[in-house]
């Protein structure tokens, strides 16, 4: 009869140390388990799966978001949302397999300070309420970044997008993000002197989406219209 027993599972935070239950007696066992115990196996994910969090903070919109969707993908996500009356609590390996993506994202300053916090939504807490009150920072910052975008500064049209999604992701944290008529209106009223006849002919087209606008700006001029027009449709 094959025993069965408990072995260690040793990842790389300390606070997130604890025991797997399974039936293999090499490491080498482990390249192949995707979960145990109907947990998922967050010792073997890589390092480093986004973007840590900076000391500072400025990417916390960003970094918050990935968190949420590595929690949530994880069936994890519980362990640092607001406790809901009835349920019942966590087992061990779920808090703490929370807690060890947490800190695998933030940077090693902020680790230190949290080093003996061992409650992930406790954890999660502080450093929203934390990094939140940087609002009335990051706003001023984000207002100027985008009353000086412009278009025709821009070597392409995706290196603009870019800018856009990135400057409306910090006013949108701000819940100030820009409408999809102030973003058409943004690219429409920035765009090349040399291309205004372009410009009158979108603003006839009338486009309520800034992402219609955007694949129609991409747009080879041998696509057919029609092409386009499906896509509007299925948005």
């Keep these: 009869m094959h025993m069965r027993f408990f072995r260690p599972l ?4 300390l606070s997130c140390f604890y025991f797997a239950s399974h039936n293999y007696n090499t490491p080498q066992h482990f390249s192949n388990l995707k ?7 967050v010792g073997l994910m890589a ?18 978001v990935d968190v949420k969707v590595s929690l ?13 009356e009835g349920a019942e609590p966590l087992d ?6 929370a807690l060890y993506i947490i800190r695998s994202h933030i940077h090693p300053d902020l680790k230190a300070e949290y080093l003996l916090e061992e409650n992930p939504r406790n954890f999660w807490t502080s450093l929203k309420k934390c990094y939140e009150q940087q609002k009335a920072l990051i706003l001023p910052a984000a207002n100027y970044e985008w009353t000086q975008l412009r278009l025709q500064d821009f070597k ?3 290196d603009y997008n870019h800018a856009v999604h990135r400057i409306c992701s910090k006013l949108q944290f701000c819940e100030k993000e820009p409408s999809d008529a102030d973003k058409i209106e943004k690219t429409l009223s920035t765009i090349l002197p040399s291309e205004r006849i372009l410009q009158q002919q979108y603003r006839e087209r ?6 219609i606008l955007f694949i129609h700006y991409l747009r080879p001029k041998n696509i057919p219209n029609l092409w ?5 449709n299925a948005l």
């Excluded at 994880?74 to 809901?84: F, G, H, N």
């Excluded at 061990?92 to 397999?97: A, C, P, W």
């Excluded at 386009?228 to 509007?232: H, K, L, R």
């Design 10 to 13: 040793i990842i790389q935070d």
């Design 35 to 41: 979960c145990f115990d109907g947990l998922p196996c």
């Design 47 to 64: 390092a480093k799966e986004f973007e840590q969090l900076a000391l500072d903070g400025h990417n916390y919109p960003t970094w918050a």
């Design 72 to 84: 949530s993908s994880r069936r994890l996500y519980r362990a640092v949302a607001p406790p809901v």
């Design 92 to 97: 061990d390996q779920y808090v703490f397999s």
């Design 156 to 158: 392409t049209v995706s």
């Design 206 to 211: 009338n486009f309520q989406v800034f992402l």
């Design 228 to 232: 386009f027009g499906i896509i509007s």
